[in-house]
């Protein structure tokens, strides 16, 4: 059944599609060569912010839904392997649908992971984010899709921007496929008190995956409307679960969605692939986010 969205509340979102636009300033929400261009402050952000060691190939389905099609990005070698790829699912932010930041599907998926994404506009429920892991689990077990038995149901991860950084919450406590997620990353995510009032409502005590936490210092509508940095540390206080919090410096909403790539792909290599190097990124006796001259307020309970 197609959503029913009040005035009042389809005006706000124009208005929060509009400031990302503004702060992005392309028809692609993030730059094609971002991750030539994004600078990073250690040589494990600098080697997963770059493209990884697959060719990469891509699959739309259209589907009966408000989200019209799901994309798929995937390891080009899948059709002619045996094994199995793990899985991230991303949740749009608002108006930032799939086909609006493909170059960040293709990079990870570049990594060796199956990407989803969707057309969904209102995200943050999780709702489009559970059909479209429901129809990809489907096609693994469809002896006619490209996806057949390909589909690593133990390593599934989930992201989302803004809107979708509270559809994240969502997706990973709050529907009948909550519990395959291993990790999640949140970028931006609309804080709580700001989330009561849209209607967005979640709750990050049933959070029980892996989580990390990620927003910008800078401008009026990342820290003072969205992500205010008291906010985020008691959003983060109430998550039971592994956490990692910080913050890209100088970094504004928009930009949210793709600078911190190079830990985001970190994050899920070690979560979802057991990478080893990636994991230093955040453990041990001096985790590279601690040292990173680019983020601030970092925090870690693992």
Known sequence: ???????????????????????????????????????????????????????????????????????????????????????????????????????????LASWGFIVVGNEEPESWDGDATEKSLALLLEKDNDGGSIFYKKIDRENIGVSGHSQGGAGVFNAITAH??????????????????????LKWHYDLRKIKAPILLVAGTSG?????????FERMTAMYNKIPSPKVMMRRSGCEHGQMLYSADGYVTAWF????????????????????????????DQRIDL
């Not at 395959?180 to 009561?196: G, M, N, R």
């Not at 290599?269 to 983020?295: C, V």
């Open 269 to 296: 290599m070690w979560q979802l692939q057991g990478d080893n190097r990636a994991a230093q990124a955040f453990t041990g006796n001096s985790p590279e986010i601690k040292e990173n001259k680019h983020y601030q």
């Open 1 to 107: 059944m197609k959503k029913t969205k009040s005035l009042k509340l389809s005006i706000l979102m124009l208005a929060l599609t509009s400031c990302v636009i503004i702060s992005c300033g392309e028809s692609q929400f993030i730059p094609e060569k971002y991750t030539e261009e994004v600078p990073s402050g250690g040589t494990i952000e600098a080697a997963y912010l770059k493209n990884g060691p697959y060719v990469v190939s891509s699959w739309q389905c259209p589907v009966n839904e408000d989200f019209n099609s799901i994309t798929v990005y995937y390891p080009s070698e899948m059709g002619k392997s045996n094994r199995k790829y793990p899985v991230v699912v991303f949740v749009n932010g608002t108006g930032v649908v799939a086909s609006k930041y493909a170059p960040l599907f293709e990079h």
């Open 176 to 197: 009948p496929h909550s519990g395959l997620y291993k990790a999640a990353v949140s970028l931006s995510p609309t804080h709580e008190e700001q989330a009561i009032k």
């Open 220 to 228: 009026f509508f990342e820290t003072k409307f969205v992500i205010p």
